[in-house]
């Protein structure tokens, strides 16, 4: 069965699949970006390859299910990415209890979030917003034809992508990105007694170290310097790479957005962050 890494685009997802791998696939909880590949994301092509024709999204989600019913043949537990929202469309849902196991949901403040989006999607903040406002739709058909992996998720508005995965709470351990940064020995402690109800792994306290150590974001940062990283994100005007890793714990809203923006998102989002804790 499936344990879901899930998350609304640049909130955190990364950073939270860094550390499951070190802590799950090594004995010592160095973490190498080669580990990445043990969590993979879901949707991706290949799942659907002996089940769809054009990779459309109506084909995509009328075979999420089935999909999914393949991965678990083998009756194993394996954690997946996704950026997708868990939403029923037209009667098709994204997974359901026979195919999930647990969920892991990383939240971020929306304030924050925006200036991420507009540096990873090369969009201005006021596109930006109106990305998280709107029922949005991340690839397309004509750029992901020619690759292996990506095909369109349906992301959803923020506060309905975090409002899909976190209204069942069964099963359910939800993270704020900002407790990852304020207080990672705590969040890292969540996450191991979240998990042990799930799947063997050994833990000590070298280990838990070495994981805080090298899943920081100072030393993902500086390990994508290196070109270590295979996950980049481009410039969508010039082709450019550009740093995954940007402001991290830098990327203060409070510096960074005009009132007029600001203000947008804490009316369109209000209910969900005074939920969270943001207001």
Partial sequence: ???WIASYPKSGNTWIRSIISSLIYTEDGIFDFKLLKKIDQFPEKKYFKDLVKNYDFNEIKTNWIFAQDKINIDKNIKFFKTHSGKYTVSGSSFTNDENTLASIYIVRDPRTVIQS?????????????EFMLSSQMTGNKE????KKFGILNLIGKWNDHYRSWTIRKKNLLLLKYEDLILKPDQELNNIISFLKNYVK???NENKIKNIINTTSFINLKKMENKNL??????DRNTGIKKNFFNLGPNNKWEN???????EKIEISFNKEMREIGYL
């Fill in 1 to 3: 069965m499936i344990i």
């Fill in 256 to 262: 960074i957005l005009n009132n007029k923006i600001k």
């Fill in 229 to 234: 990283f295979q996950e980049n994100a481009y």
């Fill in 143 to 146: 750029s992901y034809d020619k």
């Fill in 201 to 203: 792994f050994s833990v």
């Fill in 117 to 129: 989006i507009s540096h990873h999607y090369t969009l201005s903040k006021d596109d930006a917003l």
